[in-house]
């Protein structure tokens, strides 16, 4: 005898693309057409338990199912402040969720994560329903590796993963807006690579930044100069200022990490020490090689002075940028 279809279900976790794709399944098997969505309600935090429970014991019009789905009522419940109220509508949920009528699926999608001791929780699992936690992922890297092989059957090296997770962070959803343009671009008929990242994922100003630093490194300063306009080109808006930050950020890191290195410090320390992703760190400290201790306080004082300049009116953000560049370069 087969096991019978769960009645409610529980997605929570702070990971929103693992959680709307689950939903996204409830609701591909309500079949499409006006049929089914009339048979699908969707709530909010603000709704009541009462309410919700009225549509999930409604019976299905010209349908065999019906599908309720309540975003954040967990934690509107649990919220502090909630009081007797908010205690009693819980109460009313566990209630009702052993009685849930056969044609009906209650999905509760919550944005935070819920303890395993969970009352509701608890009340979903010994009833036969559904519960799966949809955390953000510890290794993104890896995450996007596997989603890529999984989803669009694309292959990466581990060098493109991990430079588009320094760019997408926890945003999974970006990571695979991401993905899902690397594989129009490559038709799945190659290994996605570390410059298709920087070809097609829209981190410039922060990757033109990276070569600017071994531009000036190297001192070829009309390289440097044109990876600058080009930046400020790509955007309308920029008018040299969030430039300018990016810029005195990169080297303030440079200063940390050779002034780390310089004390004895360990390499495997600098994606903590610097609170970046390995792969931005691992840039870091090659690049911070390239100068000296001394010739970084340097260039991070000139920094300080242009900003100083550039916040009183004295120098356009634009110019400094060029000065800054004139003065490191040797052409």
Request: some cysteine.
């Amino acid at each position: 005898m087969s096991k019978p279809a769960p009645r409610a279900y529980i997605f929570h976790g702070e990971d929103d693309l693992g959680r709307e794709e689950a939903v996204q399944k409830l609701l591909d098997a309500m079949g499409s057409g006006p049929e089914a969505e009339m048979n699908i309600s969707r709530f909010d935090e603000t709704a009541s338990v009462a309410a919700v429970i009225n549509a999930v014991r409604s019976f299905p019009f010209l349908s065999t199912r019906r599908l309720v789905i309540v975003t954040g009522l967990l934690e509107h419940l649990g919220r502090k402040g909630g009081g007797e109220a908010a205690k009693k509508a819980q109460e009313h949920l566990i209630s009702e969720i052993p009685h849930l009528p056969e044609y009906s699926r209650l999905a509760l999608v919550e944005r935070v994560s819920l303890k395993p001791d969970h009352k509701v929780v608890q009340a979903v699992i010994s009833s036969g329903g559904f519960v799966r936690a949809y955390p953000l992922p510890e290794d993104a890297t890896g995450w996007i590796l596997k989603r890529a092989k999984t989803v669009y059957n694309l292959e990466m090296d581990a060098r493109a993963a991990s430079a588009l997770a320094s760019v997408t962070g926890s945003d999974l959803r970006r990571a695979d807006n991401e993905l899902h343009k690397l594989w129009c671009y490559t038709e799945g008929a190659r290994p996605v690579t570390e410059a298709d990242i920087a070809l097609l994922t829209p981190y410039v100003p922060e990757a033109n930044i990276f070569e600017m630093v071994d531009a000036l490194a190297s001192q070829n300063g009309r390289l440097a100069m044109r990876l600058i306009h080009t930046a400020l080109e790509q955007d309308p808006r920029e008018d040299g200022f969030g430039l300018f930050g990016i810029i005195v950020r990169q080297f303030r890191a440079l200063l940390l990490a050779r002034e780390h290195l310089d004390r004895g410090g360990s390499r495997r320390d600098l994606p903590s020490l610097l609170k970046m992703h390995p792969y931005a760190a691992e840039k870091v400290e090659r690049q911070c090689r390239a100068f000296t201790l001394e010739e970084l306080e340097t260039i991070y004082r000139r920094l300080q002075a242009y900003d100083e300049e550039m916040k009183t009116g004295r120098i356009a953000p634009v110019l400094a940028l060029d000065l800054l560049v004139a003065t490191l370069s040797r052409d």
